[in-house]
């Protein structure tokens, strides 16, 4: 059975200004350049959203008319898929549950 590795947070000089700066706490959630979201993972599923809306949108019946570019909607799927799965959101899960555990350390 395999090992699951885990880190010892208490051991790691996390500056929270240098580390956790992309998001501004709020009363209830957080915020990224007038995007309030709820956490790290929140902004990806939002991007997520715009990609799947980006690839659905590829239905429009109008799509096609390029003539310079053969077969222009596989080409645009093809990308917005392969954008659609670099989403980190596993990081993203580990960035937010590492931020938890910063500030309720901070707040002790």
């Known amino acids: 059975m395999e090992k699951v590795k885990t880190i010892a947070l208490e051991n790691l000089d996390l500056s929270l200004e240098t580390y956790f700066g992309s998001l501004t706490p709020q009363k209830k959630d957080f915020s990224a350049t007038h995007l309030r979201v709820k956490g790290y ?5 939002k991007v997520e959203s715009l990609l799947n809306v980006c690839i659905l949108a590829l239905d ?4 096609g008319n390029h003539t310079a570019i053969v077969e222009p909607d596989v080409y645009i799927l093809s990308v917005l898929e392969m954008a659609a799965q670099l989403i980190p959101f596993e ?4 960035l937010d549950e590492v931020r938890e555990h910063v500030w309720s350390e901070k707040e002790r």
Do not use: G, K, T
């Not at 993972?41 to 599923?45: R, S, V």
């Not at 429009?60 to 799509?63: E, F």
């Open 91 to 94: 990081e993203a899960e580990f």
């Open 41 to 45: 993972c929140d902004p990806l599923f």
């Open 60 to 63: 429009n019946p109008n799509s």
